[in-house]
Structures are given as structure tokens and as C-alpha cells.
């Protein structure tokens, strides 16, 4: 059974940066797909990023160039995944999700969706004050 699990969310202030990890376990296929994803109160769970099973990221048009996700997504099994977030904003206040699928897949937006995960875990609190 693939565990996952999140830390390193927290309270900062608006211009800041937080680096949330995720680590994940119980992997027994050799490719697997792993993503973020964060819901803010009242709205719906949107995908951030995500990395395919080559390695390769995809983000969230309307997120790019504050996140960049890292991990490995094959032949292990278990692995890190990080999500560097800079220049919060009051906006990315949210639960983020790490999030996990085996099996090869090959990336892009539509691996943003959230019923392609099969894993999650519990969620990590941001929180980010103007």
C-alpha cells in the first residue's frame, strides 16, 4: 500500500517563501506519477504541479514561475517530493496535497486533475498574511 504524507506548511507573510515536502512509500511499480494539488476554503481541489514518470514537471498555467516541484517518480520505492513556493501570496492560502498514482504516465495538464490519484495524503496548511 503507497503511504504519502506532507510537511512544511506554516504561516508566513505575503513576499515570502515556504518549501513543502512529501514524502511517499510502499511504491511497487517501476514508474509511478506523484503531484500537488491545494484546496482554499470554499473552493474546489486544483491541481499546482506535478512530475511525469520521466522526470519531466508540468504547473498550473495561471501558477507558473513561483512553484517548482521536485522528486523522483521511478525505480524506487520510495521517494521525496518538494514544492518550492516563492512570493506568497494571500490567494495560496490552502491545504496542499501530495498526491500519488502508479504507473507510467506521461505528464502535462491533464495530469493535473485530481481523479488520476490514486494515494493522498492528510494535507499541509498554508496560511499567508497580507
Known amino acids: 500500500q503507497v503511504q504519502v504524507a506532507e510537511s512544511g506548511g506554516g504561516s508566513v507573510q505575503a513576499g515570502g517563501s515556504l518549501r513543502l515536502s512529501c514524502g511517499a512509500s510502499?511504491?511497487?511499480?517501476?514508474?509511478?506519477?506523484m503531484a500537488w494539488f491545494r484546496q482554499a476554503p470554499g473552493k474546489d481541489r486544483e491541481g499546482v504541479a506535478m512530475i511525469a514518470s520521466d522526470g519531466s514537471p508540468t504547473y498550473a498555467e495561471s501558477l507558473k514561475g513561483r512553484f517548482n516541484i521536485s522528486g523522483m517518480t521511478q525505480q524506487r520505492t520510495e521517494t521525496d517530493l518538494h514544492l518550492q513556493i516563492d512570493n506568497l501570496q494571500p490567494d495560496d492560502t490552502a491545504v496542499y496535497y501530495c498526491?500519488?498514482?502508479?504507473?507510467?504516465?506521461?505528464?502535462?495538464?491533464?495530469?493535473?486533475?485530481?481523479?488520476?490519484?490514486?494515494?493522498w495524503g492528510q494535507g499541509t496548511q498554508v496560511t499567508v498574511s497580507s
Open positions: 510502499g511504491f511497487t511499480f517501476t514508474y509511478y506519477c
Open positions: 498526491a500519488a498514482n502508479q504507473g507510467y504516465c506521461s505528464g502535462g495538464s491533464l495530469w493535473l486533475a485530481a481523479r488520476r490519484y490514486k494515494y
